[in-house]
T-cell receptor, first 115, second 113 residues
Framework: GAGVSQSPSNKVTEKGKDVELRCDPI?????LYWYRQSLGQGLEFLIY????????KSGLPSDRFSAERTGGSVSTLTIQRTQQEDSAVYLC?????????????FGNGTRLTVT | KQEVTQIPAALSVPEGENLVLNCSFT??????LQWFRQDPGKGLTSLLL?????REQTSGRLNASLDKSSGRSTLYIAASQPGDSATYLC????????????FGQGTRLTINP
């Protein structure tokens, strides 16, 4: 079956512009995560959605970052007024249930370059 | 604060060798530990998940062990192949803040034909 789908795969934008990154999780997966992977850094948690519960936004690095998940499926991560330090690979993952032992399945990521 | 360390950062071995990748974590209060591989320009592929009550998990040529009390996990790869070349990451799911997996920096593995 289809895995986690992310678009675009690559995005180059000018400093100060807004960008939207999209994640389409595996059908039926109720939990959705966004992580950021910067060059030479580990994966950094950004935000978590579980069903209809309020998202855990504690990992968002600044108020320029926001995310939403419509209808419990597709999620959009928005970065406003992009800065060069936002350049990274943004990874989305989903899991089948909120059970802690459900493995995460990742998409291929969106590589964001801010010039 | 939970920290995850993977040593070595890079490893190069000839094809056919058995090898072990190491992962250590500072806080034993975890639900599970998951091993992933990441190919260049790709996302993460889940390999094995070991629950905190388990000691090991096996999938094909891969065997992962977990010693929660000492904060260590190993990923054993038998009869390595060039297709095993990738970066391997481990991640723990902590009891406190279970939605935030904590990742190591990864081990970049190269298998030479």
């Amino acid at each position: 079956g289809a895995g986690v789908s992310q678009s675009p795969s690559n995005k180059v934008t000018e400093k100060g512009k807004d960008v939207e990154l999209r994640c389409d999780p595996i059908s039926g997966h109720t939990a959705l995560y966004w992580y950021r992977q910067s060059l030479g850094q580990g994966l950094e948690f950004l935000i978590y959605f579980q069903g209809n519960s309020a998202p855990d936004k504690s990992g968002l690095p600044s108020d320029r970052f926001s995310a939403e998940r419509t209808g419990g499926s597709v999620s959009t991560l928005t970065i406003q007024r992009t800065q060069q330090e936002d350049s990274a690979v943004y990874l989305c993952a989903s899991s089948l249930a909120q059970g802690v032992n459900s493995p995460l399945h990742f998409g291929n990521g969106t590589r964001l370059t801010v010039t | 604060k939970q920290e995850v360390t993977q040593i070595p950062a890079a490893l190069s071995v000839p094809e056919g060798e058995n090898l072990v990748l190491n992962c250590s974590f500072t806080d034993s209060a975890i639900y599970n530990l998951q091993w992933f591989r990441q190919d260049p320009g790709k996302g993460l592929t889940s390999l094995l998940l070991i629950q905190s009550s388990q000691r090991e998990q096996t999938s094909g040529r891969l065997n992962a062990s977990l010693d929660k009390s000492s904060g260590r996990s190993t990923l054993y790869i038998a009869a390595s192949q060039p297709g095993d070349s990738a970066t391997y990451l481990c991640a723990v799911r902590p009891v406190q803040g279970a939605q935030k997996l904590v990742f190591g920096q990864g081990t970049r593995l190269t298998i030479n034909p």
